[in-house]
């Protein structure tokens, strides 16, 4: 268990909806990663959030936003769901930035239909 | 650009050692290493600084060259539990996080 936790664990919804991805991060961790990962694009990085603030973006799509809240939890929203948006999303946390080991949570299984 | 890991998948007998390598078009400012079991998350490895720093947590060793664009990951005396797909990521010297994953390397380890 890495102490990250990542909520709902299965996601199944329609094309053209609206979807909110959260979580928490390890305990004392500033900062917050977003990933995505599907079978024909491997892991990539969305953003990155530290102490609320975007410290960061990756290919994340413009239909993606993201935000870090003063509790530390953030919360990846996908909107216009499309079928190749269907993915493992993880969250990491570390407790600085770069340099520091990153923890993931369990991911988010998200399925478009 | 993806970083380019190699071999892309490689299959070895419990006790056997592997070497994972992970190059790179653009300079490097770090390399983490993680390993990811099918339906699980990835775990950190290793990471590796520019100027040599290392840090890790498990019995895995790991070498990066800065002016190659190169890192390695040095498995000795495979274990089952080695079994999963290696990823390295990389981040450009700026310093900031725009990370990239590389393409990957599936390690199975047999009995």
């Known amino acids: 268990d890495s102490g990250v936790t990542q909520t709902p664990k299965h996601l199944i919804t329609a094309t053209g909806q609206r979807v909110t991805l959260r979580c928490s991060p390890r305990?004392?961790?500033?900062?917050v990663y977003w990933y995505q990962q599907s079978l024909d694009q491997g892991l990539q990085f969305l953003i990155q959030?530290?102490?609320?603030?975007?410290?960061a973006k990756g290919n994340i799509l413009e239909r993606f936003s993201a935000q870090q809240f003063p509790d530390l939890h953030s919360e990846l929203n996908l909107s216009s769901l499309e079928l190749g948006d269907s993915a493992l999303y993880f969250c990491?946390?570390?407790?600085?930035?770069?340099?520091?080991?990153?923890?993931f949570g369990p991911g988010t299984r998200l399925t478009v239909l | 650009q993806q970083p380019v890991q190699s071999p892309q998948a490689v299959i070895l007998r419990e006790g056997e050692d592997a070497v994972i390598n992970c190059s790179s078009s653009?300079?490097?400012?770090?390399v983490h290493w993680y390993r990811q079991k099918h339906g699980e998350a990835p775990v950190f490895l290793m990471i590796?600084?520019?100027?040599?720093e290392q840090k890790g947590h498990e019995k895995i060793s790991a070498s990066f060259n800065e002016k190659k664009q190169q890192s390695s990951l040095y498995l000795t005396a495979s274990q089952l539990s080695y079994s999963g797909t290696y990823f390295c990521?990389?981040?450009?010297?700026?310093?900031?996080?725009?990370?990239?994953f590389g393409t990957g390397t599936r390690l199975k380890v047999l009995a």
């Open positions: 990521g990389t981040a450009p010297p700026s310093g900031t996080y725009k990370y990239i």
């Open positions: 959030y530290y102490n609320g603030e975007e410290r």
């Open positions: 653009k300079a490097l400012y770090s």
């Open positions: 590796l600084l520019k100027g040599g």
């Open positions: 990491a946390s570390s407790s600085l930035g770069v340099s520091d080991t990153q923890y």
């Open positions: 305990s004392g961790d500033l900062s």
